[in-house]
């Protein structure tokens, strides 16, 4: 925990945790398995801590901003640290291969280990982005009134920030930790709830296009996994595109 804890560490470290990771992974992976999730926790719980001074101010930009910072350090370390679980991740593909055959395709949500990315991925989007409802809340609020701006374009910054965030809750759907066959957890299905489903919503409404072109529809495969946008007039949008700003 302490070494691997830490935001930077060096070389030479990293590949001594890596020889003890995988003499560890070799004589036993679950028990490694279980090690590694409580490490993430414990680090995603102390970067989420950051966060308690900037929700007093109860400022729904703020708080955006400060999770996106937050996201930025979690993914630089968890990329710092991923070279150290090869072995651990090589067991981890062996495990969810072997119910994929032995159950089928159908089991795939019902049981299923994620690597040691994702085990960090969730522990960021259940102990920072999600950890209370509030927060959630607040988040959620903040991402409305950036996507769904109309007194006024918005400042390259805050589009930047949009793109950020919706950029982020993309990258955090993964599928929840259902090791063993546990089934629990909901986490996934709360975030495109909360947050990827209204962003398609507003973005099939609205088009920033014309602002700078950075924004992206989400389309294709992405409206399997968050609904296609349902016109008033009872259509599907985003099927056509009837002039510069409209989908």
Not at 168 to 196: N, P, Y
Request: contains cysteine.
């Amino acid at each position: 925990r302490g070494r691997l804890g830490a935001e930077e560490t060096g070389p030479e470290e990293l590949a001594r945790c890596r020889a003890v990771v995988g003499k560890l992974a070799q004589k036993n992976w679950v028990a490694l398995y279980e090690c590694v999730c409580v490490l993430m926790t414990e680090v995603m719980e102390d970067l989420g801590g950051s966060l308690r001074l900037i929700e007093e101010r109860r400022h729904p930009l703020a708080l955006l901003r400060g999770v996106l910072l937050l996201w930025r350090r979690a993914k630089a370390w968890l990329r710092q640290i991923e070279g150290v679980f090869d072995r651990l991740n090589a067991h981890i593909d062996t495990e969810n291969r072997r119910h994929d055959g032995h159950f089928g395709s159908c089991s795939s949500r019902l049981v299923h280990t994620p690597t040691v990315h994702h085990i960090g991925v969730i522990g960021f989007r259940e102990r920072v982005v999600m950890w209370t409802s509030g927060r959630a809340k607040r988040l959620q609020q903040g991402m409305r009134g950036l996507a769904g701006e109309e007194a006024r374009d918005l400042e390259d910054s805050e589009l930047d920030m949009l793109m950020e965030f919706t950029s982020m809750c993309e990258e955090m759907d993964v599928q929840d930790d259902h090791t063993g066959g546990k089934g629990d957890a909901r986490g996934q299905t709360r975030l495109r709830k909360m947050f990827l489903q209204p962003l398609r919503q507003i973005q099939c409404q609205k088009s920033y296009s014309s602002r700078s072109g950075k924004v992206r529809m989400f389309g294709g495969d992405r409206d399997l996994l968050y609904g296609r946008f349902k016109s008033e007039e009872g259509g599907v949008g985003g099927s056509s595109v009837s002039s510069g700003n409209d989908l």
